[in-house]
């Protein structure tokens, strides 16, 4: 046995609770990172297994051992990809084949149809370590409106709509993206209304959200670690809060804001005080923090030694606080109520 195929032992052992009979489920196998090789990481998205390859230089060997050891162990593995991080071509970047043919093209959680398209870009179109946050949108937000802005692929509000959201608007610049979002809706038999799905700027939709009077009982923030358009700028190591501010005027009083910063050198009581200092005029509170689970951090409670800055409290850099707001009492009466 070699290296690499005794710590995919261990990682597999770890989760045999996440496989599905039919083959349908999406969770990361092996989070090198935290498990004893964080050159690579390994996802499963149905019978497709993508490998995120972070190392600056080849590990060819220790790829091909780990091919070999999912063709042994998962027979039922179809396509296996890779994401070579620090290769040159954005095409290798985005995905190249090592075994198989055609990658899934959907999943399912908790009894939801995801439509992905893991080679559409860099990242997979579906997040895992959001996982527990589509769980507590199916369980919180029935009869509520939603606003999933930097929606991606728009998995959150998707979740939120077969909890029983009256309506959700999922906002990105990349139409391609929200695209994916309304196969996933079409997936799940929901009406694709063409006006719920905004391509846009994050700062001149939420701007014109507000010139129009609307408010939400609910607005994921999940946005990019850092972005530069000629309408605004984001940097979740020095100006998230600056974003939860740009939105708190579009919650109604008594919903919640799902803030997500996955800045990985920004440690867990910083950010946490950061969001404390938000809540001192006490028209913000945090309700609660949801973790990332388990399969993503390798194991419970999460080995985070080789982190490069101290998660805790939150379980992961991928730090995630529901916040409730309390709308001042002149503005509790609107135009939409």
């Not at 998962?74 to 985005?94: F, G, T």
């Amino acid at each position: 046995m070699s290296f690499i195929t005794n710590l995919l032992d261990t990682a597999l052992a770890r989760r045999q609770h996440f496989f599905d009979e039919e083959h349908y489920a999406a969770f990361r196998l092996f989070n090198g990172f935290y498990e004893g090789f964080p050159q690579l990481s390994i996802d499963i998205y149905a019978r497709t297994a993508l490998f995120h390859n972070y190392a600056e230089t080849p590990i060819d060997d220790e790829l091909n051992s780990a091919v070999q050891w999912l063709n042994a162990q998962l027979p039922w593995i179809q396509c296996i990809v890779c994401k070579a991080r620090s290769a040159k071509s954005s095409a290798e970047k985005r995905a190249t084949l090592l075994y198989g043919s055609v990658p899934d093209q959907k999943i399912r959680e908790a009894g939801v149809w995801y439509s992905i398209d893991i080679t559409m870009n860099r990242d997979a179109s579906f997040y895992l370590d959001t996982r527990n946050v589509r769980a507590w949108a199916k369980t919180n937000l029935r009869g509520k409106t939603v606003l999933n802005t930097f929606a991606y692929t728009g998995s959150l509000g998707v979740a939120a709509f077969a909890g029983g959201a009256a309506r959700v608007i999922q906002l990105d610049r990349n139409q391609n993206f929200l695209n994916l979002a309304k196969d996933s809706y079409a997936l799940n038999g929901f009406s694709v209304k063409s006006r719920d799905f905004l391509s846009t700027d994050f700062f001149p939709g939420v701007s014109q959200l507000k010139k129009s009077g609307q408010l939400f009982d609910c607005i994921f923030l999940d946005p990019p670690f850092f972005a530069s358009t000629a309408s605004g700028r984001v940097d979740l190591e020095t100006g998230s809060t600056k974003l939860i501010n740009k939105i708190r005027p579009l919650v109604r009083h008594g919903g919640w804001i799902i803030a997500i910063n996955n800045a990985l050198f920004i440690n867990g009581k910083d950010y946490l005080a950061s969001l404390q200092a938000l809540c001192a005029d006490e028209y913000l509170s945090i309700e609660q923090l949801i973790p990332v689970p388990d399969d993503f951090t390798g194991s419970t409670p999460p080995q985070l030694k080789n982190s490069p800055t101290d998660p805790a409290p939150f379980n992961h850099s991928t730090k995630i606080a529901v916040l409730r707001v309390k709308r001042k009492s002149k503005y509790l009466l609107t135009a939409d109520g």
